[in-house]
């Protein structure tokens, strides 16, 4: 079976989620294509979440360009789409005058890519804006526009609204060839996947860590990816949600940063280790171990920041890898050189998040300067209803809701308190969850500090029931992954 649109997004990470959910405004048939079973499965979801400010990327690189600009408008996207978004501020610490001196260049390349607000401080305001903070520290970048997010709630979220805008999701879809046609040609591009042909007028290549593979397959740009792990620790929530504290940077990496998340918990992340993933540069061969050296580094890092962090609060440990394009510390966004038609977002790494929303708004741009013709649409909406959170909804909202479906009442996840409904609606959403790990992520079922160890059996049991398949056919995560073998005590 083969189907026809006007563009091909390749990739529903973070990226391609964003360009999908911007170009669903216009009058054009898209398609998103993903190689993994669900949306966000590969560095959009192993990472801190952090929308950086933009004062790290050399001005005048691509990164600078679009950074300052995407935190910006994370405040418009989070409005429009529902998810959460905190906007704390975050300062970058230093202990001595050789840190001072960096600091001074951070907020100089700050002012350089429109970032607003920076300033150097000292240990009194620093400790009146994060009172925790490391009584060490002489000086700060104080940066008042830096927040997180959950990443891969935006990228959910994203292409939630882009699907009710007429986006088409191809789920466990991935790219095994690309045929090229002669210009003239109504559809360029022919994609071959397990799940059926994809012909299309213009390609879009957001697949990440696949990037080169898809570049290559379409006869375009060699270039090669470079796996740069990143090892995260996620802690218990605290009473009080910390400010995101960086140190000094260094040249591959903006270090060991601890930060708070939407959700309260408190993220000590990345490390930044260079490991080839072998022969392929796709997500589910690369390396995603978690080591326990990176680990102790991170813990070690984030005490020098948060002296009194208890790092024995540890819920979860997890790694996930960084697109970057070998030879270059830089994004790669633009029309091919080589294939016309063929659009790229490639070597997205840190800060990709924080850069998605502007990102999507330059892939529009490229493309009109490309002749892409570009007609909004009258039934164009760009606001996503966000679903009931029942752990925040207010007393009299809960009373509501057990009132209207007795299953709101009924809670699978007692950490995170999310009952029954709750989990449905996630598996039914478009689109919806088909996994344990995709109910965790759209309802955070099973993200709490026993990390599913009470829950996931009853959430099996929902997913088998919605799916109207067997409990031995219901995966963790992607393809096979799965939880049960044989029969169930007391199931027929």
Not at 291 to 308: C, F, I, M, T
Not at 427 to 437: H, K, L, T, Y
Not at 462 to 474: N, T, W
């Amino acid at each position: 079976m083969t189907e026809t649109f006007d563009i091909a997004i390749v990739g529903a990470g973070i990226t391609g989620c964003a360009i999908a959910r911007q170009l669903a405004r216009y009058d054009l048939s898209i398609c998103v294509v993903e190689a993994a079973n669900d949306i966000a499965l590969g560095a959009s979801k192993a990472n801190g979440g952090l929308v950086h400010a933009g004062y790290d990327p050399a001005p005048g690189t691509v990164k600078a360009q679009v950074n300052a600009r995407g935190c910006e408008l994370y405040g418009t996207w989070s409005r429009e789409l529902g998810f959460l978004f905190c906007r704390t501020g975050s300062m970058v610490l230093g202990f001595n005058d050789e840190d001072r001196a960096h600091l001074e260049k951070l907020r100089q390349n700050g002012l350089a890519n429109g970032v607003p607000e920076l300033s150097i401080v000292g240990p009194d305001r620093i400790h009146e804006l994060e009172p925790r903070a490391s009584a060490d520290a002489t000086c700060a970048l104080w940066c008042p526009s830096t927040g997180f997010v959950d990443p891969f709630e935006v990228a959910i979220d994203a292409l939630e609204n882009a699907v009710a805008n007429g986006v088409t999701f191809m789920r466990s879809a991935s790219v095994e060839a690309i045929e090229v046609t002669d210009s003239g040609e109504d559809a360029r591009f022919t994609l071959a996947t397990p799940a059926g042909n994809v012909r299309c007028r213009y390609l879009i290549n957001t697949a990440g860590n696949g990037a080169a593979d898809i570049s290559h397959m379409a006869g375009a740009e060699e270039f090669h990816m470079v796996w740069r792990q990143g090892n995260i620790v996620v802690l218990d929530k605290e009473p009080r949600t910390l400010m995101p504290l960086y140190p000094v940077p260094t040249p591959v990496s903006k270090g060991v940063i601890v930060t708070g998340t939407v959700h309260g918990n408190t993220v000590i992340t990345a490390t930044a280790a260079v490991r080839e993933p072998g022969d392929t540069q796709t997500y589910a061969r690369a390396n995603t171990q978690t080591y326990a050296s990176d680990v102790n580094a991170l813990l070690s890092g984030a005490r020098k920041l948060v002296p009194d962090l208890d790092t024995r609060r540890v819920v979860r440990a997890f790694a996930g890898g960084r697109p970057v394009i070998q030879g270059t510390n830089d994004f790669f966004i633009g029309q091919s050189a080589v294939v016309p038609g063929l659009f790229q977002a490639a070597g997205i790494q840190s800060p990709g998040v924080a850069s998605a929303p502007a990102i999507a708004e330059r892939m529009e741009l490229v493309m009109r300067e490309a002749g892409v013709e570009l007609h909004e649409r009258a039934d164009w909406n760009p606001i996503r209803r966000a679903p009931d959170d029942f752990d925040r909804a207010p007393l009299a909202r809960k009373e509501e809701l057990i009132e209207s479906d007795p299953a709101w009442g009924q809670i699978v996840c007692r950490c995170e308190t999310v009952p029954e409904a709750e989990i449905v609606a996630a598996i039914r959403r478009q689109p919806g969850a088909v996994s344990v790990e995709g109910v965790k992520r759209r309802c955070r079922a099973g993200m709490g500090r026993c990390q599913s160890g009470f829950c996931q059996s009853r959430v099996v049991t929902i997913l088998a029931r919605e799916l109207g398949c067997d409990p031995s056919e219901v995966l963790l995560e992607d393809a096979g992954s799965w939880l049960v073998e044989g029969p169930l005590k007391g199931v027929r």
